[in-house]
């Protein structure tokens, strides 16, 4: 079996659905800190000049110690509205605007409470619409205890592989410095990393903006054209 692991991202880039594509079964990294201002409660898309704009989700205040399972969304404002009003942009120039949106309104009518559900219901939900399986479990919801056999980053998947019977765990090629192969291997584990190619695509702007939300992908990709974005990528 193949497994990634990595925390739950709010309509994350094109790589993080490579990674799912690419794996037998996928890890919810939920119960780490949470760090504002990453890719957990917000992503980038196109703004109506050409350049890029954030859309966010707003959450309710916490320790700086707070774990990403217990983020709370706060409903106090009408964010989902503010999020579709920004991607009205997209709207004359994007040809699946009109589907992407109705996707996005589906995910916003939940109303989940938490960050983590919010960002699981849209990976799931992104994925059904490219048409790729999404098997998952939250590692909060387990039994699993790493808590004396964590001594650097790497051996939290590690131990995760070990815990589901891994044959191989995957992992972004950007994080392969932190990973000691040799551990992997003394357990049996195959460890390998995913580059992606992150091919261009049109976008109907001026000059291409790499590396933003699946939304942006979707807006000017079908399902079929997005999986193949989606499997442009190499195992280092």
């Known amino acids: 079996m193949k497994i990634a692991i990595m925390q739950p991202y709010l309509f994350p880039y094109i790589g993080y659905f490579s990674l799912i594509k690419a794996t037998d079964f996928w890890v919810v990294f939920d119960n780490v800190q949470?760090?504002?201002h990453g890719w957990i409660e917000r992503n980038k898309v196109l703004n109506s000049n050409g350049g890029c704009q954030y859309i966010k989700v707003p959450l309710v205040k916490a320790s700086r110690q707070n774990l990403i399972k217990d983020t709370y969304i706060r409903f106090d404002?009408?964010?989902?509205?503010?999020?579709?009003?920004?991607?009205?942009?997209?709207?004359?120039?994007?040809?699946?605007?009109?589907?992407?949106?109705?996707?996005?309104?589906?995910i916003f009518q939940k109303k989940t409470?938490?960050?983590?559900?919010?960002?699981?219901?849209?990976?799931?939900?992104?994925?059904?619409?490219?048409?790729?399986p999404f098997n998952y479990e939250v590692l909060s919801q387990t039994e699993m205890d790493f808590s004396n056999t964590i001594k650097e980053a790497g051996d939290w998947a590690l131990q995760i592989s070990k815990y589901y019977k891994a044959d191989m765990y995957?992992?972004?090629?950007?994080?392969?410095?932190?990973?000691?192969?040799?551990?992997?291997?003394?357990?049996?584990i195959d460890i390998k990393f995913l580059?992606?190619?992150?091919?261009?695509?049109?976008?109907?702007?001026?000059?291409?903006?790499?590396?933003?939300?699946?939304?942006?992908?979707?807006?000017?990709n079908?399902?079929?054209?997005?999986?193949?974005?989606?499997?442009?990528?190499?195992?280092?």
């Open 195 to 220: 580059k992606n190619n992150l091919d261009t695509y049109n976008q109907n702007n001026d000059k291409f903006k790499p590396g933003l939300s699946i939304i942006d992908v979707l807006m000017f």
């Open 222 to 236: 079908s399902p079929i054209e997005t999986k193949k974005l989606i499997d442009s990528y190499i195992f280092c």
């Open 34 to 36: 949470f760090i504002r």
């Open 170 to 188: 995957i992992n972004p090629y950007g994080g392969k410095d932190i990973f000691n192969i040799e551990n992997f291997k003394n357990e049996g």
């Open 113 to 132: 409470k938490d960050i983590t559900s919010l960002n699981i219901l849209a990976l799931k939900k992104v994925s059904e619409y490219i048409g790729i």
């Open 77 to 106: 404002e009408n964010w989902e509205s503010k999020i579709l009003a920004q991607l009205t942009c997209y709207k004359k120039k994007a040809p699946f605007y009109t589907e992407v949106i109705n996707l996005l309104e589906q």
